[in-house]
């Protein structure tokens, strides 16, 4: 039986249970195909194929779209009781910069409190616009995911650009994809698999404006960038 933590069975679930909702059966059985048998305990090499094959079959059967829609609704969700606040300012004011002072101000604490990070080191990290506020542009926001927390102080000792790319993603895949080389996924099965990144902040963003928002991968380590970096195009009246 496998782990009801498992990511690999969770994932899969996910992914099965977007692809129905958007495309139908038939692509579902098309998509997830071969995924029986793959939870936390499978080959990672074997896991990695599936999922690019998984992702080739994905862009070969449903449109740009609606296959954007599927993969952001794969991503893991940050806490929406942590985004109260954040979501009422924004209901009283309507104002961005408010609303981003507050998941500023969140982040910060976590460096500093959950992660031990002195004023510094976490000076630097906010600087960079990593994190869960990212950078306000207007009506967009541009977010660009801090390394992951267990990794962070290797990330930023580290001076080789691969070790640094596999330090850097959440994603086990991609670590492991990283891992052995250069990414061997062609770029846009690459860009499409890294949509579940930017659903994150999807999730995030429609949370506090309580409307769909538009989510766009700017960049992504499994595409060969150095950061994972996305634009969230929040609705025209948010300002």
């Not at 990593?130 to 950078?135: M, P, T």
């Not at 306000?136 to 926001?141: F, H, N």
């Not at 993603?169 to 052995?180: G, I, K, N, Q, Y």
């Not at 380590?221 to 009246?237: I, N, Q, T, W």
């Amino acid at each position: 039986m496998s782990n009801p933590l498992d990511f690999e069975r969770a994932w899969q679930q996910k992914l099965s249970r977007a692809v129905e909702a958007e495309a139908g059966e038939d692509a579902r059985r098309l998509v997830l195909e071969g995924s029986e048998d793959l939870d936390a305990g499978a080959d990672r090499p074997t896991v990695i194929g599936w999922t690019q094959q998984a992702m080739e079959r994905l862009i070969e059967a449903v449109e740009p779209a609606r296959r954007r829609a599927i993969v952001t609704s794969c991503a893991c969700r940050y806490p929406v009781d942590n985004l109260q606040d954040a979501r009422d300012a924004y209901a009283e004011t309507g104002n961005i910069e408010a609303t981003h002072a507050i998941l500023q101000d969140m982040f910060k604490h976590f460096l500093l409190d959950a992660l031990g990070l002195d004023e510094a080191v976490a000076g630097d990290v906010i600087g960079r616009g990593w994190g869960l506020a990212g950078v306000v542009e207007g009506s967009t926001v541009i977010a660009t995911k801090i390394p992951k927390s267990g990794n962070l102080a290797a990330y930023l000792q580290e001076s080789d650009p691969l070790r640094r790319r596999q330090l850097y993603c959440h994603c086990p895949r991609v670590r492991d994809v990283l891992a052995v080389g250069e990414s061997r996924w062609p770029r846009e099965v690459a860009a499409t698999y890294c949509m579940c990144g930017a659903g994150f902040y999807k999730g995030i963003w429609e949370e506090i404006v309580q409307a769909p928002v538009r989510v766009e991968l700017l960049e992504s380590v499994l595409k060969g960038d150095e950061v994972c970096k996305v634009a969230v195009h929040l609705p025209r009246e948010a300002a």
